[in-house]
């Protein structure tokens, strides 16, 4: 019973707080909601012990990319409105709607034939984060490596692209300074 | 009432069709990347409860990978927007189109 | 090295291309030469050291690349591949000994010998993947040549010629999987060695569909009517050195893989598929015969001559005896020489006077009697005159086809008609008459750079015609071996009656020399 | 033996490359005298090889120089037999090159080409050689091609000249279309007998069904037509006549042209076996004889007028082969090919003499300058017509006599009627030239005598010419072992006499009508107004029966027109065009579809959804699909096997 109430409380949540993303004109907005979403999906990690999961999306999601996307904002103009498409709105939402019906029914035909064995079992007596960690550094030691090489590269990518100019303070300038920076910028 | 896999298949669809209504309806590049995160995390959702419905470790795997390659794409789509923002001043969608075919 | 001389002679003009940006401008002719001189050192090499007597596969490499999928590096040359081997490399050498005075020339020398190196591998490979990477390769270099030196079309006629033969090879390669896919369906293990391929049998509906998938890569490389136009054009556009590799070496890949695939693969199906493959080769002979007759253009009409020839080739092929096959591999060889130095003789007449149209000519035999007799000497070697190159060929194929068929061959055999025709009358235009155009007067008779070319096919030309033993012994004992395996592997009715049974065969004539001996 | 045996063989291919070192340098004599002296000593080879086998009877030479082609069961030597048939055509053709030779030294005095000339005619002895010498089929048609192509270069010889290369073109081709049928016959021998020699294929024969035979025969005969230019491959030999006159009395009067005859003389063993292929032989020899005769009464060119009498001649020879008298087609092979050299090299005088002019309307009375070739014509002819005691007699006799005695009477008849018509045409030439009016005056020609060396050359034929007749005993004796040895006698002397009294009558009678007929004062030169030459018949007959026009309006025309429709049409407008409409299909779709790639980041993204829209309802599909029919691999497998 605890389970069902958790699993339908979160998901209420967790839809809301996505449909902000989406929805929300203003950005600020959208990144706490987005934020907000994480977390309430750890939430689910939890509830389907996979614990170690969980706490991993807690750190990397509300942890580092929240944060990247909270620098990158401070880049642009968050004070202003977001414009958007002038789209159809029923394009949208027919392709949208289609896409998760035909999920659906992909996940749904080999349960319902019930044809899947598990490659490796949970194994009862053990915790989630040892059983993972055993299958991490076994079965998927070179994956594991290759991504941790994957974040590294990535790392020292974003900070190589964002950190151009990166000598320039904006606050520390007259406007001046930052008028001709400006046009700088437009120049190049 | 018993929750299912198909609760949290259900739920997982949802979301996706939420992120990806905001990738389609989204003009703004860092609006698109959140679009973008939601998809990623719906997926992961159903990765992990299938794995734990099939008590198979495999789907939390790729879920824990998934999560890896989120990190990274964050990371070098924030470089790569910044770049973008300080040659054209905006982070528009529609302005981008330096690839027409 | 013996070991590895086939590795050596498919990578050592690729390395030797790859210094040759180092090279100093001026100085990248000599290095081409004497790279293609040991190249083709190299070939005789292993000419002389290959054992005529053996029919198998000799010099064979094997090293796995992709040990999973059965994808291994394997090399290997028997009598059927061994002189084309020989031929592209002296092609190459000649090609590039009498190369004219050419803008970029540093590029075109180490296109060449890239060149080489697709051709040269396409022939040793015993790898359906590593004969497949090689046969694209190919495509490369010669898009090439054609785009960058050719004439006012060249961009149409090299993207003609690389997306028709590129989309023919695609079905090629489709085939080759399902190949080894049914492979391995039958043992378990994956393989795309040719020789493991030779050892499954497959049911005859299933021969049928892979025989046509790979018919329809080969049959555009060769060209074969109705696939053919890409030739005209690429002939047409082509700077000399293009179109003489073109004929003399890239379109016998089609011929040869009809030889090295489809009839050891599917014996039953090109059983089934003879006749009318021999009736598209017959409107092949007859069609492009009498079409090069309606050109005006002298390139034009060797390059239509080269495709009626190839049409006696796959005829040969399709005899499915040992007569016939020989004859169609000995004149792949001598085609090669002949339609080679029929494009090198038009390309000098060509560098005099920057046209090809015969009406522009007319009297050459007056001022250029020496190129007149080299000319006069090809001509009759392309019009299968006895005593040179072609005639053997040709008459091993009809010969071997005539136990087939009868009034196909006598329909094919029209071919020594029509080739008289077209080749005497553009001799005619040429050669005969007086001299009516001015520019014609003082044209200089041809140089010892073009003689140097010239000399050599025509003196193996006439050679071979008289004495092709060196070459037509170790085929036969390699054809022997193809024809045994395509009886032994026949399983259909009209097969096994098509493909002679060759053990019966030699016991009855080791018979008849006994009681011949006993007699006297 | 075997040396005299490659003496013979080699010196003329010696004597062809020794000249070819010199062809593109000005005319040099002693290229000439060497490739005489060459070719003599082949003829002295042949002469000795002759005497040996004379002498010893039935030996014969054979020997095996190399292999030539050997795969498979096929076996092909350069093999090469010198017995008493072949013997005697080598004879035949060593004698009249050598004089040719000599005779082509003074002939082509002046001629820039001289070199060349000598390249090509000793090329030409060496492949009549390997003709004739060849054990097999396959040598054969070596030789057999070899002759094409030398005839190709010699009648192209003044390659400036339009009608000249044209006519070699010509005859190279009707030449092809004869080979193929040869080519056909020998894969038929191939196939049916395992092996291309003479002999092991004769010994197969015996047990082939007729049937088989028959076909053999029919095609090997198809080659023997080209060459000998029976009917219909006729055209060619008359437009030979544009080559150099020593050519035409070498290759298109004493050799090449009996290749055909020699054909089926070499394979009597097989026409032996088909009576009814002979028959046809003999029936088309028979009509070839008369219809070519017919062609020479009319004819206004001198060599068109030997042309069409020597293929009139090969009907004879035809004739004789056909109805198994092997052994007089031979005799009457040698005795044509002297006198009728003889004709060819006293014509060749005439044309030297007039300045190119063949016309012999335009001569007259040249026997006051030209006495010995007036001689040696006149002898010629009467040796053709088959006068007593001359050549042509003794041969020409021998052929009527066995076709009477065959009791193939219409065959005889034709033949005798046709004698009649060969004397006629043959004095007809000889009045027209040497006696009347001289005409040639009008033209402001001045005639003179050939070289001295030149007709000395020519006068061991004037003599063969007169006294081959009495050769016959002999030959007949020496040959009889190897061909079918039936002496023809008519039964009752009586009728023997009458026939031989009565063709000497007839022949007579048609000599003394050409003579009265065109060897008077009032003759002219036509102007096409006399209402002879404006009658149907004599239209017809000079037109060649409007053959040649024939072959140009209804064979070469529509080969050329059809060729350009292939061309143009077919291969341009359809299969080119349609692999190019694909091409342009695919393009025009990447054209329209261009605008997707709009480069706008948003279109972009939503073109991706519906992909994966369509993809994930692909999926769907398919798992459904699998689902309800067993399952996914019966598909594929299905895929593969339809």
Redesign the interface.
């Given at each position: 019973?605890f389970?069902?109430v958790a699993?339908y409380l979160f998901?209420f949540l967790?839809?809301a707080m996505?449909?902000i993303?989406?929805t929300t004109s203003q950005?600020l907005y959208?990144?706490t909601a987005?934020a907000a979403?994480?977390i309430f999906?750890s939430a689910?990690?939890f509830i389907?012990?996979?614990d170690?999961?969980g706490v991993?999306?807690i750190i990397?999601?509300t942890g580092?990319?929240m944060a990247?996307?909270a620098?990158?904002?401070m880049?642009?103009d968050t004070t202003r409105k977001?414009?958007?498409?002038r789209?159809n709105r029923y394009?949208?939402?027919g392709?949208?709607?289609l896409?998760?019906?035909l999920?659906?029914v992909i996940?749904?035909a080999p349960?319902v034939s019930k044809n899947?064995v598990?490659?490796?079992?949970?194994i009862e007596d053990a915790g989630n984060i040892q059983?993972?960690g055993v299958?991490?550094f076994t079965k998927?030691l070179i994956?594991f490596e290759v991504?941790a090489i994957?974040?590294l590269?990535?790392?020292v990518?974003?900070?190589?692209?964002?950190g151009?100019?990166m000598d320039i303070s904006l606050t520390l300038m007259s406007s001046e300074e930052i008028k001709k920076e400006e046009n700088k910028?437009?120049l190049? | 009432?018993?929750?299912g896999?198909?609760?949290?298949?259900?739920?997982?669809?949802?979301?996706?069709?939420?992120?990806?209504?905001?990738?389609?309806?989204?003009?703004?590049l860092?609006?698109l990347?959140?679009?973008t995160?939601?998809l990623l995390?719906s997926v992961?959702?159903?990765f992990?409860?299938i794995?734990?419905y099939?008590?198979?470790?495999?789907g939390?795997?790729f879920?824990?990978?998934i999560?890896?390659?989120?990190?990274?794409?964050?990371?070098?789509g924030?470089?790569?927007?910044?770049?973008w923002?300080?040659?054209h001043?905006n982070?528009?969608?529609?302005t981008?189109?330096?690839?027409?075919? | 090295m013996l070991d590895h001389i086939l590795s050596i002679l498919i990578f050592f003009p690729a390395i030797a291309a790859v210094f040759g940006f180092m090279i100093q401008k001026d100085s990248i002719r000599a290095y081409g030469i004497s790279v293609a001189t040991i190249e083709f050192g190299l070939s005789l090499w292993l000419w002389f050291t290959f054992d005529g007597n053996v029919s198998g596969m000799q010099f064979m490499e094997n090293l796995p690349l992709v040990p999973s999928f059965g994808v291994n590096y394997i090399l290997g040359v028997d009598g059927i591949s061994l002189f084309i081997i020989v031929l592209a490399a002296f092609f190459t050498m000649i090609g590039i000994a009498s190369l004219t005075e050419t803008p970029n020339e540093k590029n075109m020398i180490i296109t060449i010998l890239f060149l080489q190196m697709t051709m040269a591998g396409v022939f040793a490979a015993l790898d359906a993947i590593v004969f497949y990477v090689f046969w694209e390769l190919s495509l490369v270099p010669m898009l090439y040549i054609i785009g960058a030196w050719g004439g006012p079309l060249r961009i149409y006629a090299s993207i003609k010629f690389f997306l028709y033969t590129f989309a023919g090879s695609l079905v090629m390669l489709v085939g080759m999987l399902f190949m080894a896919y049914f492979f391995y369906q039958a043992t378990g293990t994956w393989s795309f060695a040719l020789l493991d391929w030779y050892r499954l049998i497959l049911p005859e509906t299933l021969q049928l569909w892979l025989f046509a998938a790979f018919f329809i890569g080969f049959a555009i490389k060769v060209p074969m009517f109705p696939f053919h136009t890409w030739l005209p054009y690429a002939h047409g556009q082509a700077p000399t050195i293009g179109s003489v590799i073109l004929a003399a070496i890239l379109l016998k890949m089609g011929t040869y893989a009809f030889i090295r695939f489809s009839l050891p693969l599917f014996p039953d199906a090109s059983a089934a598929f003879m006749v009318p493959i021999a009736v598209i080769t017959i409107i092949m002979i007859i069609y492009t015969a009498m079409i090069a007759y309606a050109q005006k253009d002298v390139k034009q009409v060797v390059a239509y001559s080269s495709i009626s020839h190839m049409g006696v080739i796959i005829l040969g092929t399709f005899a499915l005896n040992v007569e016939g096959i020989t004859g169609s591999i000995f004149l792949m060889i001598a085609h090669g020489v002949v339609s080679g130095a029929l494009f090198l003789l038009v390309g000098v007449i060509y560098d005099r006077r920057h046209t090809k149209l015969m009406s522009e000519f007319g009297g050459l035999a007056h001022i250029m009697p020496r190129y007149a007799t080299i000319f006069g000497i090809m001509l009759m070697a392309s019009v299968g005159m006895p005593l040179t190159i072609n005639f053997v060929g040709e008459f091993l194929s009809l010969l071997g086809f005539y136990q087939q068929s009868h009034i196909l061959t006598l329909l094919a055999g029209t071919a020594i008609i029509v080739g008289a025709i077209y080749m005497l009358s553009a001799y005619k235009k040429m050669f005969f008459g007086d001299v009516t155009k001015e520019e014609n007067k003082n044209l200089p008779d041809i140089n010892k750079r073009e003689l140097v070319a010239l000399i050599p096919l025509s003196v193996i030309a006439i050679w071979l015609g008289i004495y092709p033993k060196p070459i037509l012994e170790p085929i036969n004992n390699s054809v022997e071996a193809v024809v045994r395996l395509m009886h032994n592997k026949a399983q259909s009715e009209l097969a096994k009656e098509r493909i002679p049974n060759l053990v019966k065969e030699r016991a009855s004539v080791i018979k008849k020399t006994v009681i011949e001996e006993e007699v006297h | 033996m075997e040396t005299l045996l490659y003496i013979a063989l080699f010196a003329p291919l010696v004597s062809s490359m020794f000249s070819a070192l010199f062809t593109t340098t000005p005319k040099k004599t002693f290229v000439g005298v060497i490739a005489s002296l060459l070719i003599f000593t082949s003829f002295v080879s042949t002469s000795l090889l002759l005497a040996s086998i004379v002498i010893n009877g039935n030996e014969s030479v054979h020997v095996e120089m190399m292999t030539w082609m050997a795969t498979g069961n096929l076996y092909i030597p350069f093999g090469f037999i010198v017995d008493k048939v072949s013997v005697t055509m080598m004879m035949v053709v060593t004698l009249v090159s050598t004089i040719v030779h000599i005779y082509s030294i003074g002939y082509m005095d002046h001629d820039k080409s001289f070199n060349r000339f000598f390249a090509w005619l000793s090329a030409f002895v060496f492949s009549m050689m390997v003709l004739v010498m060849s054990d097999n089929y396959a040598g054969l048609f070596i030789g057999w091609e070899g002759v094409g192509l030398c005839s190709w270069g010699l009648i192209g010889f003044w390659f400036h000249k339009e009608s000249a290369t044209w006519a070699a073109n010509e005859a190279f081709i009707m030449n092809r279309i004869a080979d193929l049928g040869m080519l056909i016959g020998i894969f038929l021998v191939y196939w049916n007998t395992g092996t291309l020699q003479y002999e092991g294929a004769f010994e197969v024969f015996k047990t082939l069904d007729p049937a088989t035979l028959t076909w053999i025969g029919i095609f090997l005969f198809i080659g023997a037509m080209g060459k000998s230019a029976q009917f219909p491959l006729h055209t060619w030999l008359a437009d030979a006549m544009e080559g150099p006159t020593p050519v035409s009395a070498l290759i298109h009067a004493a050799t090449m042209v009996t290749a055909g005859v020699y054909l089926v003389i070499r394979s009597n063993e097989l026409y032996s076996l088909i009576p009814n292929v002979g028959l046809f032989i003999a029936s088309l020899g028979a009509f070839v004889a008369l219809f070519a005769a017919s062609m020479a009464l009319v004819n206004r060119d001198m060599k068109r007028i030997i042309a069409y009498s020597t293929l009139s001649q090969l009907g004879y020879m035809f004739a004789a082969a056909g109805l198994g008298a092997y052994w007089v087609a031979l005799f009457h092979l040698v005795a044509h090919a002297f006198f009728k050299a003889l004709l060819f090299l006293g014509a060749g005088n005439v044309m030297h003499a007039m300045h190119d002019e063949l016309d012999p309307f335009k001569m007259g009375g040249l026997k006051k300058v030209m006495k010995w070739t007036w001689i040696m014509m006149t002898i010629a002819s009467l040796a053709l017509a088959g006068i007593f005691p001359f050549a042509g007699f003794f041969s020409k006799d021998t052929i009527l006599e066995a076709a009477f005695a065959e009791h193939h009477f219409v065959i005889y008849g034709v033949l005798l009627f046709t004698a009649g018509l060969t004397a006629f045409y043959s004095f007809r030439l000889v009045a027209l030239i040497f006696h009347g009016e001289e005409r040639y005056k009008i033209f402001g020609i001045s005639p003179h005598e050939a070289y001295r060396f030149m007709l000395v050359a020519m006068s061991p034929l004037l003599i063969l010419a007169m006294i081959a007749g009495v050769l016959q005993e002999p030959f007949f004796h020496m040959i009889e072992e190897i061909l079918s040895a039936h002496e023809y006698h008519i039964h009752s002397h009586t009728t023997l006499w009458i026939m031989l009294v009565g063709t000497q009558v007839f022949v007579a009678l048609a000599i003394l009508y050409a003579y009265k007929k065109y060897a008077n004062a009032f003759i002219k030169v036509p102007d096409g107004t006399s209402a002879i030459e404006n009658s149907f018949v004599y239209k017809f007959l000079y037109n060649q029966y409007y053959i040649p026009y024939f072959y140009e309006e209804y064979l070469v025309k529509p080969y050329r027109e059809l060729s350009d429709i292939f061309w143009n049409k077919v291969d341009m407008k359809i299969l080119d065009a349609s692999v190019d409409g694909i091409a342009g299909i695919i393009y025009g779709t990447g054209e329209k579809t261009?605008a997707m790639?709009?480069?706008?980041?948003?279109v972009m993204?939503?073109w991706m959804?519906v992909g994966f829209v369509v993809l994930l309802s692909l999926a769907v599909v398919f798992g459904l699909t699998a689902r309800y029919s067993e399952n996914i691999t019966v598909i594929f497998s299905g895929l593969g096997a339809m």
């Open positions: 019973m389970e069902a699993f998901a967790t839809i996505f449909f993303t989406v950005a959208a990144l987005l979403g994480m999906i689910f990690f389907l012990g996979a170690f999961l991993i999306q990397v999601y580092a990319v990247l996307y620098f990158g904002m880049f642009f977001v414009k958007e498409k789209g394009i949208i939402v392709l949208s709607t896409t998760a019906v999920i659906v996940f749904a349960m899947i598990a490659l490796y079992p949970v059983l993972v299958i991490l998927y994956p991504a994957m974040l590269v990535a790392m990518a974003g900070i190589v692209l964002a151009k100019k910028k437009v190049s | 009432m018993e929750i896999l198909n609760h949290y298949l259900v739920l997982s669809t949802i979301l996706f069709a939420i992120g990806l209504a905001g990738v389609i309806k989204r003009k703004n860092l609006l990347f959140f679009a995160e939601i995390n992961n959702i159903a992990a409860a794995s734990h099939y008590g198979d470790l495999t939390q795997m879920a824990f990978f999560i890896a390659i989120a990190a990274s794409e964050v990371a070098v924030l470089g790569l927007l910044i770049v923002y300080k040659r001043g982070i528009d969608l529609e981008m189109k330096s690839m027409r075919g | - | 261009r790639q709009s480069g706008n980041l948003s993204l939503r959804v």
